[in-house]
């Protein structure tokens, strides 16, 4: 059973590290019947009725399967979870299993590239503005990251359909974690300026290729955060 530091957590909250974690590192992999709800609650610490408000929970996301009289099994979260889970997934970065990161990046791939197309056409401008603020090459990497995660954002509010930002919001802080580490080398960096650039002249010439642009820059960065994590493999 995983531990955690001190920390102010409410029980239910602590509850739920406890339990993720341990799904997230193979204490508990997919199949799996958790201990008896006594011996569960005592084994991490708190009550049984803030255990059975964490399964509950935990159960709404498809992470376990509770079964009346019989234990509660936990799940392939790759086959039964929802896009509700991204968001807790987003909390446990540190526990992500291998090739999450990579994963995320490939449906980006799908996603943003449209979502850009359909913002220049209905807000060229906003957008344009927002990329005429772009980092300068000197810039921090908490810049680029900031800036980054605001750009693919601002495309998805001015795409005229606001699913689009709720879905990404869901990436927001496992985002936050991939670019710290993404925007270290001056490459990627430099490639990044590249990318906002060749989109503003895009958007400028009104001449269609904004998807294609948004494709190969997210293409490219799949690759690039391949080969910066081949020993890694997150």
């Known amino acids: 059973m995983e531990s955690v530091p001190f920390s102010p957590l409410r029980p239910t909250q602590y509850a739920e590290h406890i339990l993720i974690t341990s799904i997230l590192r193979g204490t508990y992999p ?53 896009l509700s889970m991204l968001g807790t997934l987003a909390k446990y970065a540190d526990f992500l299993p291998n090739g999450f990161i990579t994963r995320l990046l490939e449906v980006r791939v799908i996603l943003l590239p449209p979502v850009a197309r359909l913002a220049a056409i209905h807000q060229p401008q906003k957008i344009l503005d927002f990329l005429n603020r772009r980092p300068q090459p000197t810039d921090s990497i908490e810049t680029y990251t900031a800036y980054d995660w605001e750009l ?83």
């Open 30 to 82: 997919a199949g799996t019947a958790l201990p008896g709800e006594r011996a569960l609650a005592t084994e991490i610490g708190i009550t049984r009725p803030t255990l059975r408000e964490t399964l509950q929970r935990l159960a709404s996301e498809g992470w376990v399967q509770i079964q009346h009289g019989k234990p509660t099994v936990v799940n392939d979260y790759w086959l039964k979870g929802g």
């Open 152 to 234: 693919q954002m601002c495309m998805a509010r001015e795409s005229g359909n606001p699913i689009y930002a709720l879905i990404l919001n869901d990436f927001a802080s496992i985002f936050q974690k991939m670019a710290a580490r993404y925007f270290i080398a001056h490459k990627t960096r430099k490639e990044s300026l590249r990318y906002y650039r060749n989109l503003a002249q895009a958007i400028e010439r009104n001449d269609h290729s904004v998807e294609k642009i948004v494709k190969k820059a997210m293409e490219q960065s799949i690759e690039t955060w391949r080969e910066s994590k081949k020993l890694d493999h997150i």
